[in-house]
């Protein structure tokens, strides 16, 4: 008896385990994944703290008679935007009848905090619980049994599509519900406990919202308490779009140059007002912390330090598994930096190229390209002249399978240093003098997938030449997959002013800004 009872045992204990594993398969499978830890508010910020917290393992907003909320407060998710998503988490609410909360997605977070946009509608007394609402612009939706088709010139046409006060009885009060939210382009669906309360399709080009924050709304009123946990955010394959990711890595030198997070802002904002069939995403100062930043990429551009200190040292196998998924990789400057060895070949895998130390060499020129390729990344861009930090005789794939050269040059002489140092002199590079270099180029792997290295980009103004910001653009338009269009992407040049926000450290007023639009001017004239 003894026996049967331990076989028993081990055979519950078994079980269990399969139990644990396929349901930790299913749910990766699911591509699900949590974005709230249940013990912090790290990754989430309010502009008043003091509304919110954490207990038992959930986000916790109070209203009370010694702290009211006399404006509705936000506390927003600042790892990541949304895109296209499902949403899954759990809420519940306490309070009088007035209580009031609310989920706002694809949102724009104004200085005061207060998120404007779409919002899954949660209250107590069921007048919107379920309902869609767009926060400080059109008002409501779709409410709580309703779906709605926006036109393109805002009118709504409504629908039914469940009974209202049965989607109300099916939630429960003062307990945890299940609230479950998918956006796929234009098309937003809302359910609670299992049952779809509202649809939108919103054709509104002028209104609706693509992107934007994640935040949780404590409205304004009577004491009230509401609660959110296991809240798990999966990324879709963007609709009719191509999703671009820019990685922009933390400061590092003088102010103006190495503006790793102003050029990723510059190239995205570009990318998002010319190209319809694109969506760029910007992670600033460092490698993203959103557990989901990759997951419905098209491409990735990471532009940053490079060496020992590259901000992907230690995500090579997570590159290199979005490289081998056909993901876009592009390395911009210092980014085609990485040490030689496992890295490096990690980097040849990708983009076809890097610059190898006492290999390559990263001297300050003016560089001439006078050659034009017949090739998608150079459509539309004209000769041209630039001085930057051209990094040059990259360590490329053997006889440059699947590499075509973008922009060449020929380094002056005084680049050719004698010596044999990590960075700027090799006996191989000295005996160069007069020969053709390629300093950016395009990469076809052989199993799918495209890689683009640009090493120009160490000065911020220099994003204002037009062929050479074209050139950039093209080459993530390309790497996404999609055709570069026949006079290359379109972009405004940068005023000044767009030049110098958000840069990592104040102007230190020594600039000449005037000399500098002039020079400019004069790029973009001949």
Same mark, same amino acid.
């Given at each position: 008896m003894m026996r049967m009872n331990n076989l028993r045992l081990v055979w519950i204990v078994l079980f269990g385990l399969l139990v644990f594993v396929v349901s930790d398969v299913f749910a990766e499978e699911a591509g699900f994944k949590p974005i709230f830890g249940g013990k912090t508010l790290d990754g989430w910020k309010s502009p008043n703290m003091s509304y919110w917290s954490v207990t038992d393992g959930a986000i916790t907003a109070r209203s009370t008679e010694q702290n009211p909320v006399k404006a509705n407060q936000f506390l927003t998710w600042k790892l990541g935007e949304l895109d296209d998503f499902e949403l899954k988490l759990k809420y519940r609410m306490s309070g009088t009848q007035a209580a009031n909360s609310?989920?706002?997605?694809?949102?724009? /977070?104004?200085? %005061?905090?207060?998120a404007i946009g779409y919002q899954a509608d949660i209250d107590m007394a069921g007048r919107y619980a379920g309902a869609l609402y767009d926060e400080r612009a059109r008002g409501m939706l779709a409410e709580r049994g309703q779906k709605t088709i926006i036109g393109s010139d805002g009118k709504m046409t409504h629908s039914p599509l469940g009974d209202s006060d049965a989607l109300m009885n099916n939630i429960k009060k003062d307990d945890w519900n299940d609230y479950h939210i998918i956006a796929h382009g234009n098309r937003i669906v809302l359910k609670l406990n299992g049952k779809v309360t509202a649809e939108v399709i919103d054709g509104d080009e002028k209104n609706a919202d693509r992107s934007g924050a994640l935040a949780l709304q404590l409205h304004s009123g009577p004491p009230m308490t509401v609660q959110f946990k296991d809240i798990q955010l999966k990324r879709l394959k963007m609709n009719q779009k191509k999703k671009i990711v820019l990685i922009a890595g933390p400061p590092s030198h003088s102010y103006g140059t190495h503006e790793h997070n102003a050029g990723c802002l510059l190239l995205a904002k570009a990318l998002n007002d010319n190209m319809p069939n694109v969506y760029a #995403? $910007?992670?600033?100062?460092?490698? =993203? *912390? %959103? =557990? $989901? @930043?990759?997951d419905n990429a098209d491409a990735i551009a990471i532009y940053c330090d490079g060496g020992g200190g590259h901000i992907a040292m230690r995500h090579l196998e997570q /590159? %290199?598994?979005? #490289?081998? &998924? &056909? /993901?876009?990789?592009? +390395?911009?400057?210092? @980014? !085609?930096? +990485? =040490?030689k060895g496992k890295p490096g070949n990690y980097a040849l895998d990708w983009i076809g190229g890097y610059f190898e130390t006492f290999w390559s060499v990263n001297p300050t020129f003016e560089a001439e390209f006078t050659d034009i390729p017949d090739h998608p990344i150079a459509r539309g861009v004209k000769p041209f002249s630039i001085r930057d930090e051209w990094y040059y005789h990259m360590r490329f794939r053997e006889n440059m399978e699947n590499v075509t050269p973008i922009l060449t040059a020929i380094p002056p002489d005084r680049t050719h240093r004698k010596g044999n140092d990590a960075h700027s002199a090799n006996p191989i590079v000295y005996a160069?003098?007069? *020969? =053709?270099?390629? !300093? @950016?180029w395009v990469y076809e792997r052989p199993g799918g997938g495209r890689g683009f290295g640009f090493t120009g980009g160490h000065d911020q103004i220099n994003w204002a030449h037009n062929d050479f910001r074209k050139t950039v653009l093209n080459g993530l338009v390309w790497i996404a997959g999609l055709d570069v269009p026949a006079d290359g992407v379109p972009s405004e040049t940068p005023t000044i002013e767009q030049l110098r926000a958000n840069m990592d450290t104040p102007d230190p007023g020594s600039w000449n800004w005037d000399r500098i639009r002039e020079k400019i001017e004069n790029w973009n004239s001949r």
């Open positions: 609310g989920i706002q997605i694809r949102s724009r /977070v104004e200085a %005061d905090g207060h #995403a $910007t992670y600033q100062s460092g490698w =993203p *912390k %959103d =557990p $989901t @930043a990759f /590159v %290199d598994k979005l #490289a081998k &998924n &056909n /993901v876009g990789i592009a +390395l911009i400057h210092y @980014a !085609v930096e +990485l =040490p160069r003098m007069g *020969k =053709p270099e390629h !300093v @950016a």
